[in-house]
Structure formats: structure tokens, C-alpha cells
């Protein structure tokens, strides 16, 4: 029974971090850069929305709405600023700007809302749902569910619309994207804009679960081993690698931190990223790729 | 005969590759050199305590950044992992004196080696990995590392850290300021002259293949796998170094020292410098090492007319430092290095700049 327990925390976390790891993997495909701020990103959106709902005192649809309008925004106003005078710069610089990035975010962050926990006025249901002796709070059965359907939208999205088409195609090659008459800024700019809004997204989640505060942005970090499991250019990988991670995570958690005293949630991760890049070096799902000099 | 007195070298008058080798190419060069060395030992004479121990973490600094661009400027490998070697430095130094009552002068060079041997390790995935993947193979060991010093409560102490005691010859302690800016002055003299005469060695001219072209490297004969484990290495070397020196500077080490902010300083220490570039690591490591003192003394001036800026200072600093990373990126890439050399090549031929 623990061990159910532990899965089904696991796969439900898991589904926030695949979440979060899908706007990784949407930046990493259309421009080739690491967006180290994910984590802030997801900071941001729960703020927003709270400070929506409390201030002008609105039901939590049109908030979290508002939210995504202002995230589309923020992501559309990082990628002008920073990211699209980077376009030629090597990988490092990139790295190190979304890193100096997240120091900015979080730094602007903690001026505007200080450091102090805050709780999300009930948006699900409070009264735990008991199946089969399994018990589960419908914040997290809610947050499957959106995630699940989020996920299925942006499958539809990619294979079927026409910015999906043209993301696809300005991440497989920008130069042969552009000679086909695409605008590559403004696909670059519409991929931000979403990966910031779904980051968002899987920040208001987490805040429904655990509160709102700062420490929050540690999902950037966390959800790194999940993109490089899955693949860094698969959003299938990213998915199921969130899954895998959140169940590792949770079994690991459970079973063996007793013996180590606590903290393997946040290591774990990482000990399963070291012995993945050892094995498969890109991934469960990521393309392999030729190299010429 | 008017003479220009910036004017040093006009051109190229070299004629052989010794020639363009040589470390100090004119006298003149000798008489700067020289110059800046006398000063930099006179220093603690005329300026404030507060000023040579601020003097002294810009030294230590440099030196872990120098080691940093070992491996990230010269060799092209990202290393977000550099915190965690610092740590592994600092803690080695600590486990080593207090515990085991070794000697400084013994446990700073093991101090060295043994970072050197946890950073080669991590660098062995070097080999299949590049780019962002190698970054994360280099965070993972960040994380990794950390955990395991804080949770290793028997040797490291644990969360609660260790204390250390400033180094000794014979009755003479490195108590003061200044004594301590001499120790890490020399030790950063020590490291510049390997490193600058690294880069004129063959291992020096496979790193700066290595990182131009790895492949097209291998195909001219450059074994990768023995100069990528190597750039790890050296660079793990300089960085437990200067781990080993901070933490006999400041007496203490917890896990909380080493974090991925450390990390994050560093490199951004190497790349607001100058990649590839040991000046560049130098003015980086003072940039960023006096950045929140300067902020510091700006905050003072604001709070006659905001009060609450005390309580957000370190989220403003944090502010600042994102922002100056990224202003650094997008109008310098070549950092304070090329700034340096713009400057240089200004007055070289000042006022006929045509």
C-alpha cells in the first residue's frame, strides 16, 4: 500500500515536472538554448496570480487567464531583450545569460513579494479522495488532469496547426525554415511566449500544492534531469521522463531516505542524470545527430 | 625627437616564433611588469585593513577563476559544477588540519590534488558529452557533491560545517590581513605564470584545438579523451586551491558556501572577464567580488530617501548581478579583457588613430 502511495505521488508530481520540462524542451527546440530561468518563469506565474485574484478581487479563471496574457508577455519581452541578440553567440553565452536571467527574475521577485510563504485561496476541492484505500487530495488529481490535457492540446498543436508546423520546422533548420518564407523571429518569439505560459501554468499547480514562495524556483533545477532522461528535443521524452523522475524521486524518498537522513528527493535526480548521460548520452528520446567538421 | 610616450610596439617587428613566443616581448614590457609587481606588494602599506582582506578574496578568487577558464575558456567544456570543487578544496584543507593536525603547507597542495582527482572523475563523461549536456553532467556533480558533504556528518560535520585555523611557520601565525594578502598574492602570482606559460606548451595549443573544433582536433592526432580528463584536472586543481585558500581565510566551512550561486559567480566571473583570457579572469574575479560592495556603498546613498532598502539588498543585489551578466553578454562579449585592449590600442597610437 505505501508502495502505491508513494507511485501515485509520483506520477502525479511527475506530470507537473513533465509540464514544466515540456517548456524546456520547446525553447531547446526551436533555438538550440538551455533556458536555465525556467525556474523563475514558473515563480512568476503563481504571484501574478494571486495578486490578481486578491487585488481586484476576481474569480480564479479570469486570473489565471490574466496570468497567462502577462507570462505570453514576459516571455515575449525576455526573447527581444535578451535571448535574440544572442542568436549567433556560442552555447556558453546563452547558458550564462539565462543563468544571469534567473538571478534578475528571481532578485525582482523577492523586491516585489519579499520572501515569506503564501497560501492559494482554495481553487479545488479540499476533501481527500479515498480509492481503494489510495489516498489523494484533488488538488493533485486536478493537476493530472489539466496536465494531461495540455499535453494532448499541444500534441494536436504540433502536428496539425500551423505555427506547431512551422515550430517543428524552424527547429529542424532554421536556414531552410526561413528560405521557405517563415518568419523565424516571429516563430521564435511565439515559442517563448508559450513556454513561458505553460511554465506558468505548472507554476500555479505547484502553488495550489505546496504555497507560494521563492524557494519555488527550484523546479528549474529539478526538472533538468527530467528533460535530459527524456531527450533534450523530445517532447514525448520530456513526459515520460517526468514520470520516470517523479516516481524515482518519491520511491527513493520513501524507501531510502530514512537511512541516508533525508534530502534524496532533490539528488536522486541528479545520480540518475549522471548515470543516463554514462549510457545514453542523449537520452531516452532525444535525436542522435551527425557531427561534421 | 617628438615622441609619443604610450607609443610601446608599432607593428609586428617579429621574425622568428621564438621571437612571437616570448613572454615579455620589449623591455618596456619587463619595466610594467615589474612595476605593477612592486605595487601589488606595497599595496597593504597604503590602503585600509577592510581594503586588503576585500584585496585579498579578489586574489582567491582570481585564482579559482583562473582555473575556471582553464577549463571553460581554453578547453571549451562548461563547468557549472566549480562551487562544489571549491568545496571539495575547502573541506579537504579542513578535514586535513583539524581533524588529522596536518600542516597547512601539506594540506594546501593535497587540497589541490584531491579536487583535481574528484574533478577528473566528473570530466570522464566529458568525452560523449558537449555543450548543454556536459552542463549538466557538471550540475549534477554540483549537487551530487554538495549533498554528500552535508550529509557525511562523521568526517565533514554536516550541515553545521567546520572551523579552521589560519596557517603557521613555526611561531609566526597568518593572522592579520596583510599577511594573508601576501600568502594568496603569491600563491596568484604562482597560478598566473602556470597558466600563462600553459597556453605555450602543446598542452596549451590541444586545449585551444580541443575547444575550436573537437573533432577536426582528433583527426590532427589530439587524443580527446586524454586533454578533455586533463583540462578537468588542471582546472580542478587551481579551483580546490583556491577552495583550500578561502577556507583558511575565512575559518569556516558549511555546505551552504558552496552552492550553485558559487558556481554561478564563478562563471560569471570568467565570462564578464573575458573568456579564454587570464587578465580577463582576474578583473572578472574583482568585478564580481567588489560588485556587492559597490552596491553596498549605493544602497547607502538611497536610503536617505528609500529606508527599506536595507531589508531588500540582497534581493537587489541579486537583481543587479542577473542584470550586469546579461548587459556584459549582449554589448561586451569579449568582457573586460577586450575593454582593456580597446583602451591599450586607443593610446598605442594616440592621437593618429588612423
Given at each position: 500500500?505505501?508502495?502505491?502511495?508513494?507511485?501515485?505521488?509520483?506520477?502525479?508530481?511527475?506530470?507537473i515536472?513533465?509540464?514544466?520540462?515540456?517548456?524546456?524542451?520547446?525553447?531547446?527546440?526551436?533555438?538550440?538554448?538551455?533556458?536555465?530561468?525556467?525556474?523563475?518563469?514558473?515563480?512568476?506565474?503563481?504571484?501574478?496570480?494571486?495578486?490578481?485574484?486578491?487585488?481586484?478581487?476576481?474569480?480564479?479563471?479570469?486570473?489565471?487567464?490574466?496570468?497567462?496574457?502577462?507570462?505570453?508577455?514576459?516571455?515575449?519581452?525576455?526573447?527581444?531583450l535578451?535571448?535574440?541578440?544572442?542568436?549567433?553567440?556560442?552555447?556558453?553565452?546563452?547558458?550564462?545569460?539565462?543563468?544571469?536571467?534567473?538571478?534578475?527574475?528571481a532578485?525582482?521577485?523577492?523586491?516585489?513579494?519579499?520572501h515569506?510563504?503564501?497560501?492559494?485561496?482554495?481553487?479545488?476541492?479540499?476533501?481527500?479522495?479515498?480509492?481503494?484505500?489510495?489516498?489523494?487530495?484533488?488538488?493533485?488529481?486536478?493537476?493530472?488532469?489539466?496536465?494531461?490535457?495540455?499535453?494532448?492540446?499541444?500534441?494536436?498543436?504540433?502536428?496539425?496547426?500551423?505555427?506547431?508546423?512551422?515550430?517543428?520546422?524552424?527547429?529542424?533548420?532554421?536556414?531552410a525554415?526561413?528560405?521557405?518564407?517563415?518568419?523565424?523571429k516571429?516563430?521564435?518569439?511565439?515559442?517563448?511566449?508559450?513556454?513561458?505560459?505553460?511554465?506558468?501554468?505548472?507554476?500555479?499547480?505547484?502553488?495550489?500544492?505546496?504555497?507560494?514562495?521563492?524557494?519555488?524556483?527550484?523546479?528549474?533545477?529539478?526538472?533538468?534531469?527530467?528533460?535530459?532522461?527524456?531527450?533534450?528535443?523530445?517532447?514525448?521524452?520530456?513526459?515520460?521522463?517526468?514520470?520516470?523522475?517523479?516516481?524515482?524521486?518519491?520511491?527513493?524518498?520513501?524507501y531510502?531516505?530514512?537511512?541516508?537522513?533525508?534530502?534524496?528527493?532533490?539528488?536522486?535526480?541528479?545520480?540518475?542524470?549522471?548515470?543516463?548521460?554514462?549510457?545514453?548520452?542523449?537520452?531516452?528520446?532525444?535525436?542522435?545527430?551527425?557531427e561534421?567538421? | 625627437?617628438?615622441?609619443?610616450?604610450?607609443?610601446?610596439?608599432?607593428?609586428?617587428?617579429?621574425t622568428s616564433?621564438?621571437?612571437?613566443?616570448?613572454?615579455?616581448?620589449?623591455?618596456?614590457?619587463?619595466?610594467?611588469?615589474?612595476?605593477?609587481f612592486?605595487?601589488l606588494?606595497?599595496?597593504?602599506?597604503?590602503?585600509?585593513?577592510?581594503?586588503?582582506?576585500?584585496?585579498?578574496?579578489?586574489?582567491?578568487?582570481?585564482?579559482?577563476?583562473?582555473?575556471?577558464?582553464?577549463?571553460?575558456?581554453?578547453?571549451?567544456?562548461i563547468?557549472?559544477?566549480?562551487?562544489?570543487?571549491?568545496?571539495?578544496?575547502?573541506?579537504?584543507?579542513?578535514?586535513?588540519?583539524?581533524?588529522?593536525?596536518?600542516?597547512?603547507?601539506?594540506?594546501?597542495?593535497?587540497?589541490?590534488?584531491?579536487?583535481?582527482?574528484?574533478?577528473?572523475?566528473?570530466?570522464?563523461?566529458?568525452?560523449?558529452?558537449?555543450?548543454?549536456?556536459?552542463?549538466?553532467?557538471?550540475?549534477?556533480?554540483?549537487?551530487?557533491?554538495?549533498?554528500?558533504?552535508?550529509?557525511?556528518?562523521?568526517?565533514?560535520?554536516?550541515?553545521?560545517?567546520?572551523?579552521?585555523?589560519?596557517?603557521s611557520?613555526?611561531?609566526?601565525?597568518?593572522?592579520?590581513?596583510?599577511?594573508?594578502?601576501?600568502?594568496?598574492?603569491?600563491?596568484?602570482?604562482?597560478?598566473?605564470?602556470?597558466?600563462?606559460?600553459?597556453?605555450?606548451?602543446?598542452?596549451?595549443?590541444?586545449?585551444?584545438?580541443?575547444?575550436?573544433?573537437?573533432?577536426?582536433?582528433?583527426?590532427?592526432?589530439?587524443?580527446?579523451?586524454?586533454?578533455?580528463?586533463?583540462?578537468?584536472?588542471?582546472?580542478?586543481?587551481?579551483?580546490?586551491?583556491?577552495?583550500a585558500?578561502?577556507?583558511?581565510?575565512?575559518?569556516?566551512?558549511?555546505?551552504?558556501?558552496?552552492?550553485?550561486?558559487?558556481?554561478?559567480?564563478?562563471?560569471?566571473?570568467?565570462?564578464?572577464?573575458?573568456?579564454?583570457s587570464?587578465?580577463?579572469?582576474?578583473?572578472?574575479?574583482?568585478?564580481?567580488?567588489?560588485?556587492?560592495?559597490?552596491?553596498?556603498?549605493?544602497?547607502?546613498?538611497?536610503?536617505?530617501?528609500?529606508?527599506n532598502?536595507?531589508?531588500?539588498?540582497?534581493a537587489?543585489?541579486?537583481?543587479?548581478?542577473?542584470?550586469?551578466?546579461?548587459?556584459?553578454?549582449?554589448?561586451?562579449p569579449?568582457?573586460?579583457a577586450?575593454?582593456?585592449?580597446?583602451?591599450?590600442?586607443?593610446?598605442?597610437?594616440?592621437?593618429?588613430s588612423?
Amino acid at each position: 500500500m505505501f508502495f502505491l502511495q508513494m507511485l501515485i505521488n509520483g506520477i502525479v508530481v511527475g506530470s507537473i515536472y513533465g509540464l514544466v520540462a515540456l517548456g524546456f524542451v520547446l525553447i531547446y527546440r526551436a533555438s538550440g538554448a538551455l533556458n536555465l530561468a525556467n525556474g523563475e518563469f514558473v515563480l512568476f506565474g503563481p504571484y501574478v496570480c494571486l495578486v490578481i485574484m486578491t487585488a481586484l478581487n476576481v474569480p480564479f479563471l479570469v486570473a489565471f487567464i490574466g496570468t497567462l496574457l502577462f507570462s505570453a508577455f514576459l516571455g515575449l519581452v525576455v526573447e527581444r531583450l535578451v535571448i535574440r541578440q544572442l542568436q549567433n553567440a556560442p552555447t556558453i553565452s546563452v547558458i550564462m545569460a539565462t543563468l544571469g536571467l534567473s538571478s534578475l527574475l528571481a532578485g525582482a521577485v523577492h523586491i516585489i513579494w519579499g520572501h515569506t510563504t503564501r497560501t492559494f485561496p482554495p481553487v479545488f476541492p479540499q476533501t481527500p479522495l479515498n480509492i481503494g484505500g489510495i489516498i489523494i487530495t484533488p488538488v493533485y488529481l486536478w493537476s493530472f488532469i489539466i496536465v494531461m490535457i495540455l499535453l494532448v492540446i499541444f500534441s494536436i498543436f504540433f502536428k496539425y496547426s500551423k505555427i506547431g508546423l512551422a515550430m517543428r520546422a524552424v527547429a529542424d533548420d532554421r536556414q531552410a525554415a526561413l528560405s521557405m518564407g517563415m518568419s523565424v523571429k516571429f516563430v521564435l518569439a511565439m515559442t517563448w511566449m508559450i513556454a513561458s505560459m505553460v511554465a506558468a501554468i505548472g507554476g500555479i499547480l505547484l502553488g495550489n500544492i505546496n504555497g507560494v514562495s521563492p524557494t519555488m524556483s527550484a523546479i528549474g533545477l529539478t526538472v533538468l534531469p527530467v528533460v535530459i532522461l527524456g531527450g533534450l528535443d523530445s517532447v514525448m521524452g520530456a513526459i515520460i521522463g517526468g514520470f520516470l523522475i517523479g516516481i524515482i524521486q518519491n520511491l527513493a524518498g520513501g524507501y531510502l531516505d530514512p537511512l541516508v537522513g533525508g534530502g534524496l528527493k532533490d539528488v536522486v535526480p541528479f545520480i540518475v542524470v549522471l548515470l543516463i548521460l554514462m549510457l545514453k548520452p542523449h537520452g531516452l528520446f532525444g535525436s542522435r545527430g551527425i557531427e561534421r567538421v | 625627437m617628438l615622441r609619443n610616450l604610450f607609443v610601446r610596439e608599432c607593428g609586428n617587428y617579429k621574425t622568428s616564433y621564438k621571437d612571437d613566443m616570448k613572454l615579455f616581448g620589449t623591455k618596456s614590457e619587463i619595466v610594467k611588469w615589474l612595476f605593477l609587481f612592486i605595487i601589488l606588494l606595497t599595496l597593504p602599506l597604503y590602503v585600509s585593513n577592510y581594503w586588503v582582506g576585500l584585496l585579498t578574496l579578489c586574489a582567491i578568487s582570481a585564482i579559482g577563476a583562473i582555473g575556471l577558464n582553464i577549463l571553460t575558456g581554453f578547453t571549451g567544456q562548461i563547468s557549472i559544477g566549480v562551487g562544489a570543487f571549491l568545496g571539495v578544496g575547502g573541506y579537504t584543507t579542513a578535514i586535513l588540519t583539524t581533524t588529522y593536525g596536518l600542516s597547512f603547507w601539506v594540506s594546501l597542495p593535497l587540497a589541490g590534488i584531491v579536487t583535481a582527482l574528484v574533478g577528473g572523475l566528473f570530466g570522464i563523461p566529458s568525452l560523449r558529452l558537449k555543450g548543454l549536456y556536459l552542463a549538466i553532467a557538471t550540475l549534477a556533480a554540483q549537487v551530487i557533491i554538495t549533498f554528500i558533504i552535508s550529509r557525511w556528518d562523521s568526517v565533514t560535520g554536516g550541515t553545521a560545517g567546520m572551523v579552521l585555523s589560519r596557517p603557521s611557520i613555526g611561531s609566526y601565525s597568518f593572522m592579520s590581513n596583510a599577511s594573508y594578502y601576501y600568502l594568496s598574492i603569491i600563491i596568484l602570482i604562482l597560478t598566473v605564470i602556470y597558466s600563462v606559460n600553459l597556453l605555450r606548451t602543446r598542452v596549451g595549443r590541444a586545449f585551444l584545438a580541443v575547444r575550436d573544433r573537437d573533432i577536426a582536433a582528433q583527426i590532427m592526432g589530439i587524443n580527446l579523451f586524454y586533454y578533455k580528463v586533463l583540462a578537468f584536472i588542471i582546472s580542478s586543481f587551481f579551483v580546490g586551491i583556491a577552495g583550500a585558500l578561502l577556507a583558511h581565510y575565512t575559518m569556516i566551512v558549511s555546505p551552504e558556501l558552496y552552492n550553485i550561486h558559487v558556481s554561478i559567480q564563478y562563471l560569471a566571473m570568467v565570462l564578464i572577464g573575458g573568456l579564454g583570457s587570464i587578465l580577463g579572469s582576474i578583473l572578472g574575479a574583482i568585478f564580481i567580488t567588489l560588485l556587492p560592495v559597490g552596491l553596498t556603498s549605493i544602497v547607502d546613498l538611497l536610503t536617505a530617501y528609500m529606508p527599506n532598502l536595507y531589508q531588500l539588498f540582497s534581493a537587489f543585489k541579486e537583481f543587479v548581478f542577473g542584470l550586469a551578466i546579461i548587459l556584459f553578454l549582449i554589448f561586451e562579449p569579449g568582457g573586460l579583457a577586450h575593454i582593456w585592449h580597446n583602451i591599450k590600442n586607443y593610446f598605442r597610437v594616440w592621437p593618429f588613430s588612423y
